[in-house]
């Protein structure tokens, strides 16, 4: 690949809060938001990154903001609005950096499940159920579910899988009246969404929300309907009863199973093939959802 990667971001004098993706800066009342171009999978960050991943997924979740018009975090994308400083390569922020208001973050991770996919799939074959959702006999794998499912899960520490949790769990950590609001907004969004994204080709199977709380408000904060978040599924080559191609890092994940890595110890590095296949899906993702062709900033 000629394009340069973006592993690891560094703001002097700044505190830095590294996720599996993101760079998190603390600005007071204000956060920052890197989106590097390293990805994730079975929990590990791989050493190997995609090229210019972070500006698709900053530029992706910019658009949905917009689209939406749901109270979100979002103050600018527009690093030369950020008033970060003199000192500040500005360049190395381009395109992948967000500014938003800092919130007081919802600890619960909004799943909405459209079709039965993943470790949803996985449950129902053994109970007919997903995240204890009793659901329609006969289902197979990649069906439509005859409504959207609302599935939440507790938000996990770095390197720890998050834990579906019922929605009386839910109720029990952020109350019923907070729960059902989150569980409506959600699936609002997911639906006003997934109808916009398979106009353009592009099934959402799922995805999950975040939401943060300002002077009582809940807001979207995070990220919003991309490929690392989400399943995309092209409409076009959707047959249900199997697993289905995709936009997102599902790609990458059936290239892990198809390795010896035992999912215990560091994965290994990617081919230059598969990692350019796999930046061509989420620029093309991008590139369906907003018809506009990728530019790099």
Known sequence: MTTSVVLETSLAG???????????????????????????????VLPTGIPEKGKVLTQIAAFWFDLLGEPNHLIT?????????????IAALAGRSTLCRKTEVVPIECVVRGYLAG?????????????GIELPAGLTESAELPEPIFTPATKAEQGDHDENISFERMVDVVGREVSEELRRRSIDIFNRGSRYARERGIIIADTKFEFGSIDGELILIDEVLTPDSSRFWPV???????GQPSFDKQF??????????????????????IVARTREKYVEAYERLTDRKFVSI
């Open 14 to 44: 700044l505190p830095v809060r590294r996720g599996k993706v993101r760079d998190i800066y603390d600005l007071g009342d204000r956060l920052l938001l890197v989106s590097t171009d390293r990805i994730s999978a079975f929990d590990w």
């Open 119 to 131: 470790s949803g799939w996985k449950e129902y074959k053994q109970s007919g159920t997903v995240c």
């Open 252 to 273: 990458v994940r059936d290239w892990l199973l198809t390795t010896d890595w035992d999912r215990s110890s560091p994965p290994p590095a990617m081919p230059d093939d």
């Open 236 to 242: 076009d080559r959707y047959e249900p009863g199997k």
């Open 77 to 89: 994308t527009d690093v030369e609005q950020m008033g970060l400083g003199n000192n500040v390569d």
